[in-house]
């Protein structure tokens, strides 16, 4: 499965000039953790994420501290431009999701800007992939079925748990097609082969 396939489209984005509020209101609006930052021109420039609000806008309250405690002294932190992360992960949209996901969880990013061609088309987060596995089992084994019908194969299948049982093809040439074709199918997670058919 390539990222294209799962990634939200198109992206949240929002400019290195607006203000941090405007951000904040972008991250509640669309229940994301991060989004992409662009220039005028809409070339990605940062990432601002809940923790780089979170981190810069939460004031300390006096009522919890001995000793009155200072804030940032003017000018205060109010553009996108000033918090954001500048150190940037991201993935065209041709890349295999499995390394996607290798990178989300070799690091600490939740989710990553898809960039073609120096633009963002997209982003794909953690949420994308989990909603990707959470479907049910009927839904994907009816698609399955149907992908297989229209290529012409009269092979059954079974999918338990997200994993297809493919019952049908006898040769290596016949299962290797099977594996692609099924695995371009969202929420699969595996494939196995029974060549023993029912009467």
């Known amino acids: 499965m390539l990222v294209r396939e799962v990634m939200t489209s ?6 290195q000039s607006a203000a941090v509020k405007d951000a904040i209101q972008l991250l509640e609006r669309h229940s ?3 989004m992409p930052v662009v220039d005028d021109l809409g070339r990605l420039v940062g990432v601002v994420s809940e923790a780089d609000v979170i981190r810069e806008m939460v004031v300390p309250d006096q009522r919890a501290h001995e000793r009155p ?3 940032t002294a003017p000018p205060f ?3 996108v431009a000033d918090i954001m992360s500048t150190h940037l992960l991201t993935v065209p949209s041709d890349t295999d999701l499995a390394r996607a996901a290798d990178l989300m969880t070799s690091t600490a990013v939740k989710s990553l800007p898809v960039v073609d061609r120096g633009q963002v088309v997209g982003v794909i987060s953690r949420r994308d992939i989990i909603r990707l596995l959470s479907r049910e089992d009927p839904r994907i084994e ?3 079925d149907e992908l297989l ?3 012409g194969m009269d092979w059954l ?5 997200g994993v297809a049982v493919v019952e049908g093809p006898a ?5 290797e097609l099977a594996r692609v074709l099924v695995c371009t199918v969202p929420g699969v997670v595996g494939v196995h082969f029974s060549s023993t058919r029912n009467v």
Request: aromatic content about 0%; proline content about 3%; glycine content about 0%.
């Open 149 to 151: 019908r229209q290529a």
């Open 157 to 161: 299948v079974e999918v338990t748990d």
């Open 142 to 144: 009816a698609e399955i």
């Open 10 to 15: 198109p992206a949240i984005t929002v400019l």
């Open 32 to 34: 994301i953790a991060a």
């Open 77 to 79: 932190r109010s553009r």
């Open 171 to 175: 040769d290596e040439r016949e299962r």
């Open 69 to 71: 405690v200072r804030l």
